[in-house]
């Protein structure tokens, strides 16, 4: 069965220092991987995905993160955090295995808090 | 993203009532969702829409129905409220293909009474 973890429900840092969102997944095949923010009061925004090829993904607002299949994760980073990052993040996974409708499976979500 | 819209914002009803969400989007996407998050829960897929012949539950769609009018519009009822529907709940679109991206409504926060 599909599943994705996110095991800490706050991450907290401070403005200017590296921040590091994780997320593991399980999937029955290759994996399609993706990160959203949701700021207050506002719906989702795509931030980045991983499909095939580089296992290091660069997307919007400076946000990156590292595809390791050995480990099953999919790690959200950012080299200096803003004060403006501070936001839900969810992790989500598609699995592209024979015969899977394709759906998106969402983690729970985790709150990052950067203070000045 | 202004792209998918939802109506109402925010709405307030009373157990038993009948209550429609609507979606729209301009992106021309063949595929449409509709998500529930509760806190702690993520996001919790209720239907989905492939295209405007084909309608699908997701993992919760006890309670809800959707109407698929038009490629660009896609509507959620809770025939009959209940407290335990409070939540938030989004609307989202993408292209055909597994790699293709999801766009999220800026939500509608029901609450039921």
């Known amino acids: 069965a599909q599943s994705v973890a996110q095991p800490e429900d706050q991450v907290n840092v401070a403005e200017g220092n590296p921040l590091t969102v994780k997320c593991t997944y399980s999937?029955?095949?290759?994996?399609?991987l993706f990160w959203y923010v949701q700021y207050p009061n506002r719906g989702l925004q795509f931030l980045l995905k991983?499909?095939?090829?580089?296992?290091l993904v660069k997307g919007s607002y400076g946000f990156e993160a590292e595809f390791n299949k050995s480990q099953t994760s999919f790690h959200l980073k950012k080299p200096s955090a803003l004060v403006s990052d501070s936001a839900l993040y969810f992790c989500a996974v598609r699995d592209i295995w024979r015969g899977n409708t394709g759906k998106l499976i969402f983690g729970q979500g985790t709150t990052l808090q950067v203070k000045p | 993203d202004a792209d998918v819209t939802q109506t109402p914002r925010n709405r307030i009803t009373k157990t038993g009532k009948r209550i429609m969400l609507e979606c729209s989007q301009t992106?021309?996407?063949?595929?449409m969702y509709w998500y529930r998050q509760d806190p702690g829960l993520g996001l919790r897929l209720i239907y989905y829409?492939?295209?405007?012949?084909?309608?699908n539950k997701g993992e919760i769609s006890d309670g809800y129905s959707v109407s698929r009018q038009a490629q660009a519009k896609f509507s959620l009822s809770l025939e009959s409220a209940i407290p335990n529907q409070t939540a938030l709940y989004f609307c989202a679109t993408s292209g055909g293909g597994n790699s293709e991206t999801q766009y999220f409504g800026p939500g509608t926060r029901l609450l039921v009474l």
């Open positions: 999937v029955s095949g290759n994996p399609y």
């Open positions: 991983y499909i095939t090829g580089d296992n």
């Open positions: 992106k021309g996407h063949d595929r």
């Open positions: 829409s492939f295209d405007v012949k084909d309608i």
